[in-house]
């Protein structure tokens, strides 16, 4: 061994061990993020045809919803129920699915379980459409309205470049624990929703994002405050016409469930699912991962592939 | 007789208990989601029934309407003592009288002046310059917007602060409802009369709001009187009789001359063709979306008596009084995109008008209702001028009228179908671009029919590999 090479070697190893060292302290955006000491996989990605059994081993493999919820703590789920569309149009989050989780928050003693979604159509109208407010309050949830700036209060975005600052609703910023419980849809403006863009239910004013550019304003939504666990919805999804679906709208029988503590990596995989089927992967994956975020490339990070 | 006063008092406060207790389910059934007592309400005002007798009647409405005219012709002014909210609204007010004077109320003659107001009312109305009635139809004057939306309704409140001077001032000179039922009341066979046994006190003529009774020629007025029945609670020694009257021939002369002229203009009204009602008002300026079931500017200008009940009930808030934008509609409605977008799925505003200026529509009908038609100022966009990714208004149109389509530089950009577009105004209201947004929608003179959105079956694509990633 000569000099150059002991000085690689050395050089290499200190990198690799402040890459290490990094991870351990969630500073590196490379790192693969540990949930804890058990390795956990990053990202579980369940087939299946039942989107609540589905749901079940997700978490298990995942160690259980116990990881996130503990007793006594509020519990924010965030669907997609932005609009007045049937369960059968797939424009929002499986009611089914919704109920599901609500009951398993409340089985592990969540003290309340809070539903809401600033919403596209009118409020009440997409809350009752969509199923998703009986299906919650039979559940045991509060569902809660998000049509008024009275809910909301102004936050700032720390780092963001974009966009500064935005109102977040109370019950957002208050929650202990957020899931993300969003649905995968075509989305004409931003090519695909899934976990960072329906974030964009959670504050009041989006005219904003449009206005500065939604790839660069989407990812900043999460500086805040992160969501704990996002649970992504794709067991039909709209691959044309979306985010309402028209009368000419393709599906795609996915059927799938993808379960991430990281909502880069989350909406990486789910645009994987589009991409396959010829929607262009929308550019503000990359820059979320830019900028810290999570991670985007799925090779860097343990994916587990269930059925169920 | 100590007990026949007590029957006599528990009637009038028997009469109070209704009108307010109407009132009062007036104005909390506003404060419920969705107010079906007020649309019944509504259908039992008289002077919205007249409005809507001009805008074609329906024969539940002429059943309605017969009902109420004998009635009134038998019974007299009931309609205004017993039913009328703003009647009710002013018996409460003009009680505070007492705080200002002595004397509580005193008669008044008939004079030429008391019908200026409501004929004239009355006569534009049916010529079709509805601003006026619409302004003063009490059912409108109370539950409509402010004619300086979103400010309060001050004509309204003159009108409460002149009952508290002057009673039921109001009904008399300047009501045009009021005036119809007084033509028709004007020698009503029952009625209340004061037979020989009065003592000339004076109670009733003081207690008289509508100032109907005159203590000196102890006579009342069944025109004028809005049976409030006030007068039988104080006489002293019951000499307020209700019963059968047997007017005079010159008193019947006159009722019936009165009531044939009503007839006359009731029925020119009903048969006055809209073409000839549209030329009184002409198109502003810049036309502002109106709401579906309008038809056209022509036939809301008609018939709307602004009682604003779709403005209140628009669950998007989309419709306010016109006032401040368009001078030339008045007061009536119009969706303002810019506040809320008319929403694809309801029918709600044209349900419930009052008087047929919103004709009710299926929801078949609705969805292909064009009330407008969206303009794209491309140059505008954020899309162009900024290069980033919006598409907000595709994702807002109901009807995929505007759409997402690729373009060669790589990013995808709004696309217009005319035919599509039914002028909701939610792609207006989405677009990020203030103040003016770069897609909005401007109304139309005449309403039109949209092509139906693509109907074709959806798609369903079956994935290739169990995971893509």
Redo the contacts between chains.
Sequence with gaps: MNRRTFLKTLAGSALALGLDLGSGLGLSPLAPRRLNAQNFPDLV?V?GSDLTVMFDRGLEALGGLGQFIKKGQTVLVKPNMGW?VTPEGAANTNPALLAHIIKNALNLGAKKVYVFDNT???W??AYRVSGLEKAATEAGATVAPANSDGYFQKIDLPGAKTLKSTQFHELFLEADVILNVPVLKH?????MTAAMKNLMGAIYD???????????TIPELTLHKKPNLHIVDAARVM?S?G??G??????????MLIVSPDPVATD??CA??L???GIIV??YIELAAQMGIGVAD?NQLS?Q?L?A | MPDNKNRRRRLAVFRRLLAYGLLGLLITGFLWPRPVMVEELARWQFGQILAHLVSGADHWLIVQLTLMIVLTWLLGRWFCGFICPLGALMDLTSRLRGLFFKQKFGPTPNAPRQIIVPLALLLLFWLGVTAPFGLLEPYSLLIAKSLWYPGPNLLLIAVIILAIFRGRYFCDHLCPTGFILKILAKSAPFHLHINNSCLGCGACARVCRASCVDGQTQTLDPGRCLLCLDCLAVCPNGSLTWGRIKANANARRRAFLGRLTFGVLAMGAYFTPDALRAKTLGPPSSIPILPPGALSLAHLNAHCSFCHSCVRLCPNQALVPSEHQHPALWNRPVIDAYQGFCQYDCVLCAGVCPTGALVPLSLETKRITRIGTALFERDECVIIRNGTSCGACAELCPTGAVSMVPTKAGRDEPVLQDNLCVGCGACQQACPVRPISAIRVTGLLVQQTADSPVKIKTLDVTMTEDFPF
């Design positions: 990605a087939k007045a596209c159509d009118n009440k109208d989305h004409g403006g931003a090519k989006r005219h904003p994002l449009h206005r500065l550019g939604l790839d660069e691959l016409g985010p309402r028209r009368g000419d709208s393709r599906y795609l029988a996915s059927q990486a995989a994987k699912i991409e396959a089927n929308p550019r799925l994916v592939r059925s």
